[in-house]
C-alpha cells in the first residue's frame, strides 16, 4: 500500500513537465490525483499517463488567475471524491526580459500565475483541510528567488512564494495542515528549453554550463523534483512546515 493510499491530490498546471511528474509520483504512492492545467488537453494526457499506470486521475481545465475557474475546480474534485487533500501549487510561466525592457504584461502574468494562483488554489484548498483537520500544500518555488539576471518578474514571484509558504504555515499549522515550498535548480524542461531559445543557444550547451556550477555534475530533471514533493505529503514529514527546499544538486 502506497503512502498516500486514499488521499485527494490537486496537481496545477500538472500538464507536463514537472508538474506531471508530481502528479505520476502521487499517484504511484496511492493519490487519486485531480490535473489542472490551462489546456484541457494536456490534462488529459497526464490523466492517460497516470490511468495507464493503473492510477485514478480526474483532468480539468483551469485557469488559475482566473477565481471562478479555480472554484469551480475544487468544487469537481470534492464532488468526484468527497474532499481535497493534497494541493501542489505548480501552475507557472517565464516572461523574462532585461528590465528596461520588461512590458507590464510581462510583469502581471508571472505574477498572477504565480502567486494569485497559488493564493487562490490555497484559499479553495484550506476549506477542506481545516475541515477534516489535515492537509498537505506544497508551493513551487526556484533558486531564481535569490536573483536572476532577466528576470525580474519570475525572481520577485517566486520569492514571494516563500512568503506565502511561511505564512500559510503559521496560519493553518493549528488545523494539522503542513505547508511547505520547493525551490527546484536547473531542471530539464520545457521552460528551461524556453530559456536556451531565448537566450539563441543550443540547449545541451546551456546543460553543459549549467552542469560546471552543481557539485553532483548533472541538471534535475522532473522526477527529481517530484520525489521530494510527495515526500512532503506524507505522513514522514509530519512535523515539517514552513520550509523552503532547495532541490538544486549541491548548496
Not at 27 to 42: I, P, S, T, Y
Not at 140 to 148: E, I, K, M, V, Y
Request: net charge negative.
Amino acid at each position: 500500500m502506497g503512502k498516500l493510499e486514499g488521499r485527494v491530490a490537486v496537481v496545477t498546471g500538472g500538464g507536463r513537465g514537472i508538474g506531471q511528474a508530481e502528479a505520476l509520483r502521487l499517484a504511484e504512492e496511492g493519490a487519486k490525483v485531480a490535473v489542472l492545467d490551462l489546456r484541457q488537453a494536456d490534462a488529459d494526457v497526464t490523466c492517460k499517463m497516470v490511468e495507464e499506470a493503473g492510477g485514478n486521475c480526474l483532468a480539468l481545465a483551469c485557469d488559475v488567475t482566473q477565481r471562478a475557474q479555480v472554484e469551480q475546480a475544487f468544487e469537481a474534485v470534492a464532488a468526484h471524491w468527497q474532499t481535497v487533500d493534497i494541493l501542489v501549487n505548480n501552475a507557472g510561466v517565464t516572461r523574462d526580459n532585461l528590465l528596461f525592457k520588461m512590458s507590464d504584461q510581462d510583469w502581471d502574468v508571472v505574477m498572477d500565475t504565480h502567486l494569485k494562483g497559488s493564493f487562490l488554489c490555497a484559499q479553495a484548498a484550506q476549506k477542506f483541510m481545516v475541515a477534516q483537520r489535515w492537509g498537505k500544500i506544497v508551493n513551487t518555488s526556484s533558486t531564481s528567488a535569490l536573483g536572476n539576471r532577466g528576470q525580474a518578474n519570475y525572481s520577485t514571484a517566486k520569492a514571494g512564494l516563500q512568503g506565502l509558504t511561511r505564512t500559510l504555515a503559521i496560519e493553518l499549522g493549528p488545523f494539522n495542515i503542513n505547508v511547505n515550498a520547493v525551490a527546484p535548480g536547473f531542471v530539464e524542461s520545457e521552460m528551461t528549453r524556453d530559456t536556451a531559445k531565448r537566450l539563441g543557444m543550443d540547449f545541451e550547451h546551456l546543460k553543459s554550463l549549467a552542469i560546471q556550477d552543481i557539485p553532483l555534475r548533472r541538471v534535475g530533471v522532473p522526477r527529481d523534483i517530484a520525489n521530494i514533493v510527495t515526500f512532503l505529503c506524507t505522513d514522514d514529514a509530519s512535523f515539517l512546515s514552513g520550509q523552503v527546499l532547495y532541490i538544486r544538486g549541491g548548496p
